[in-house]
């Protein structure tokens, strides 16, 4: 699928800043958006504490 | 006509998004799928993350998949409750296309600790498994599936396992996923062929399948045996691939392709080769699959009624908590052995008289690499 120039810029960008999310390190987590704005997550949640995305759990 | 959409399991992980960067500019990925209840405790969620949920969600291509509902858990919680409602969060927020979440119950007594790990095929697990899979329904509104199981204790659960999953999304006209590395799991670990098990699950409500890679163990109590394990952590197996053109064609209603692998495999330049080099391959096979007809499923329920209780057994939850504690707290495969047998769970339905030494053996390497 194509995905246009701006995002795929703008994906680049956040990739350099992103921590990797195995991370326990909290300070990492706050990451702004790539405008500088903060975004509310609409998948936070307060009862969720850290874990592995995506994990195999095998 | 039906079309087939190769994807990636992407989540808001620098290395892999890397591993995905060059496929997203190649325009070869043309479907993500999203673990929406696995982020960290992060309020804030980068602009450039959620556009490209967006992105693919606006064209029907971005799926759900849950990791920490634990589908089986014999007791409902505050904390399934709350995946509820956040589920119905995100699924006003993103345009997910179908949900679908792993089969069997959490080890460990904290929500988010620990591994999902079968549970016997009775009347009682089959209730609450529906009751389950109807309230994710309700939550989301969106075609709902699960996936098959990694783990078995013994050949007899891999040989039932289908048609327990049959059983299980019949009332929600659900659909599975047919994870093809977990199928070789059980293939490599019962020494049984793919003929002998695949029939046996069923295969016209495949709409997803997933492919990864994984890792070998030895056995300590069994020298010379390995067992394989759906670690996520490495290149997928060239017999995965092999699986992925066997099934392809057996599977009428699928509709997308998904390449898992755990950002901590994809560190180094070569991995995030390996990576996309996989998912060219992947992606190949998928788009010679022949003589696609159009799905004959929408897999959405015709009429549903969700249960005003919550259907509940208590024995089923002190019985799985008594596994968990032996499993996460065994010195080893003797002392797991003998308290096992001293537990509620001899001579149940949990029929752990039958469970493979090796597997058993495993079961407690699980529970005991994902306890916090």
Known sequence: ???????????????????????????????????????????????????CPACGLG | MRTIYSGVACNLDADILQACYPLFEASKIEAIEWSFDALYKRRNIPDWFLQLLHAFANEGRLIGHGVFFSLFSGRWTYEQQAWLKHLSKVSSAFRFDHITEHFGFMTGADFHSGAPLSIPYTNTTLTIGKDRLARIYDACGKPVGLENLAFSYDIDEVKRHGDFLSKLIEPVNGFIILDLHNLYCQLQNFSVGVDEIINLYPLERVREIHISGGSWEDSIIDIGRKIRRDTHNDAVPQEVFA???????KCPNLKYVILEQVG??????????????????????????????????????????????????????????????????AAGYDDALMRLQQSSLANSDWQIENWAPYMLETAISIAQKWKK
């Not at chain 1, 795929?8 to 987590?29: F, H, P, Q, R, Y």
């Not at chain 2, 699986?243 to 064609?249: C, F, G, M, N, T």
């Not at chain 2, 991995?271 to 080099?277: G, N, V, Y």
């Open chain 1, 1 to 51: 699928m194509e995905l246009s120039k701006a995002l795929l810029g703008a994906l680049l960008l956040g990739i350099a800043v992103e921590t990797s999310s195995c991370t326990k390190d909290e300070s990492k987590n706050v990451t702004p958006a790539n405008n500088g704005e903060q975004v509310q997550n609409p998948a936070a949640t307060p009862e969720q504490p850290d874990n």
């Open chain 2, 243 to 249: 699986l992925l053109e066997y099934a392809i064609d």
């Open chain 2, 264 to 329: 901590g495999a994809l560190h180094t330049q070569q991995s995030r080769e390996d990576f996309a080099a996989d998912f060219l391959k992947m992606s190949a096979i998928v788009k010679q699959a022949k003589g696609l007809p159009p799905e004959t499923n929408d897999f959405l329920p015709k009429e549903l009624i969700i249960p005003a209780l919550v259907a509940e057994d208590e024995e089923l939850h002190q019985q799985q908590t008594e596994l968990s504690e032996i499993f996460e707290t």
